[in-house]
């Protein structure tokens, strides 16, 4: 799946409004979305390293599973 | 006028807006060089809609943008039906209002001025308009004034919103997830203001930064009007100086003068606790009780009332008048507030429906496209702070006398049906 990018942080985004709840982050990242009681997806905030590959590679597969493609995984520019 | 003393938004006001001519002879003035953005910043002036956002540092923001046909929007929808300071003040000083916004027009380089008033405000739609004809017969040059009415609607009052109505036709807030985010109309940048941070720029830029900051505190220099309603005489608009002692605020507004608690800011702002009385009313003392300014609404609640009741009725027309276009929201708050109605007319097994209660609103805290969610979080979660105790008897199903009275002080518009609402 592409290159790997090694160095930074991410995290995973939802547009709320996009978003109609289908549920299909929760499955696909669950290291990385919780659902709410509504079934909508409550994503953790902490950044995450691009290095911990399988929570990258979670994310991917949510960002690209996303039925509305309301994720987006979000690179955090170092400060 | 150039003495440190109140009322200055308020001076001269009537029960008739003033003309262009009586407005120039009012605030006049020997300063006629056109305003810079320094005289802004150094004034300290702190936006007056609810988010007391750094003016000087917003108008930077817009100029350094690049477009030629920029917008600086009036935000004069009032959404909190317990405030009444925009329209006070556009039923007053309506030039002083686009004084203001003709000024930061210039700063930004704005070629248009919208001034975006709710449609159902017949009498200050009327004034605004009469307003803005004077002008356009007194000069040609300057920034294109221009009136638009939108519907009312507590979001549509929300920048992005309000934005977007005027891009699309949609009062619906947007989606922005980097901070900050630069509002367009079509491809123009879009400085947007609340009306009183408008006028307060008006006087800045007749009188000057230091004048300005001849009265208020340091952090939160100047003026600001707050809407007194609740357990008061009258509901009332009054100026007062930043730091003004809360006690004095009430006692001038003929208020109850024991009173249970404070609603203070708006709708999305918080219940302060007759305790915290004793703080001034500026934001950096208020933070200490998890308070602000917000809008400016203050809403006495007199002991005899029933906080939780009062909340409910708050947080269930909130949830009606979300857009309903995220989940959270639109899921989430119709169930805080039927949490709330559990506990505030406890009939089965209130004890989880507070547990319950506490549980959604970490669900719901952050996660719609505007801050629409967060504020009633915010707001039921200073309800549960501030009346601890009688949320405690309530889910012991033993409720209190004030919450079977038929007496209510926040007040609520009308519950339209879903299918009703109007957003365009």
Known sequence: MGVRRRAGLFVLQVNPILCDGFGHCGELAPELVKMDEWGYPIIKTEPTAFADAGAYESARYAERGCPRQALRIHRLTDK | MHEHTLPRLMHAAGSRPLTLAQHEEVFATTQRAAMQLSELDASGLTGRGGAAFPTARKARLIREQRGHNKFVVVNAMEGEPASHKDRTLLSTHPHLVL?????LASIVGAKNIAV???RDEATVVN????????????SLRGPKLELHTPPWRYVAGEESALVHWLDDNESLPQYRPTRPHILRIGHAPVLVDNVETCANVGLIG???????????TVESP???LVSVTGAVERPTVLEVALGT?????LESANADPDPQALLLGGYGGSWLAASHLDLNYCNEDLARASASTGAGVIVVLPRSACGIVETLRVVRWMANESARQCGPCAFGLPAIAEDLNHLAHPSRDPMSAYKRLEERLGEIDGHGACRHPDGVVRFVRSALATFAQDFSA???ASACAGSRANVHYASVPHLEREEELVWE
């Open chain 2, 99 to 103: 004084d203001g916004a003709e000024h």
């Open chain 2, 116 to 118: 975006c008033v709710a």
């Open chain 2, 127 to 138: 004034h605004v308009e009469r307003a803005i004809h004077e002008r356009s017969r007194r």
């Open chain 2, 206 to 216: 007749r009188y000057g930064a230091a004048w300005f900051r001849g009265l208020g």
């Open chain 2, 222 to 224: 100047g003026s600001t």
């Open chain 2, 245 to 249: 002692p809360l006690r004095v605020i």
């Open chain 2, 394 to 396: 309530h889910a012991h």
